[in-house]
């Protein structure tokens, strides 16, 4: 038997340098800062304003359920939620511009749809 040992060959195997380490390049993007679920909705401010006014009259749904009921019940949900929805007006309001929300019926539309469960109470 040959007793000759073969001298072990390197292996090369590539650096992980930070750019590697992090996967495939954004050329462009600024590190950290995510892409927008959807970029046409991105600065369209409709968009976002009925997304707020949804989600603030959701809000409403969420925390008052049993109120909720009641005054669909009974006809009463404007005079129930007096206090929260001129709560939630003035967040709207102060998010999206007084100019803005007094010009456009999202916030509205919002209540009709959700809060009064898609009768034209508001």
């Known amino acids: 038997m040959d007793a000759r040992v073969t001298p ?4 090369q195997r590539p650096s992980l340098t930070p750019a ?14 995510k892409p927008p679920i959807n970029p046409f909705l991105a600065n369209d ?10 989600a603030l009259i959701s809000d409403l749904i969420t925390y008052f359920p049993a109120k909720r009921d009641e005054g669909i019940r009974d006809g009463t ?3 129930l939620f007096k206090e929260e929805i001129k709560k939630s ?7 999206v511009g007084k100019d803005f929300a007094e010009s456009t019926d999202h916030f509205r539309n919002a209540l009709n749809e959700i809060l009064a469960g898609g009768n034209q109470i508001f």
């Open 45 to 54: 401010p409709n968009a976002k304003a009925r997304r707020l006014a949804r």
């Open 89 to 95: 007006y003035q967040e709207y309001s102060d998010q």
């Open 20 to 33: 590697t380490q992090r996967g495939p390049s954004t050329s462009g993007a600024t590190p950290g800062a």
């Open 8 to 11: 072990a060959i390197p292996v």
């Open 77 to 79: 949900i404007k005079e």
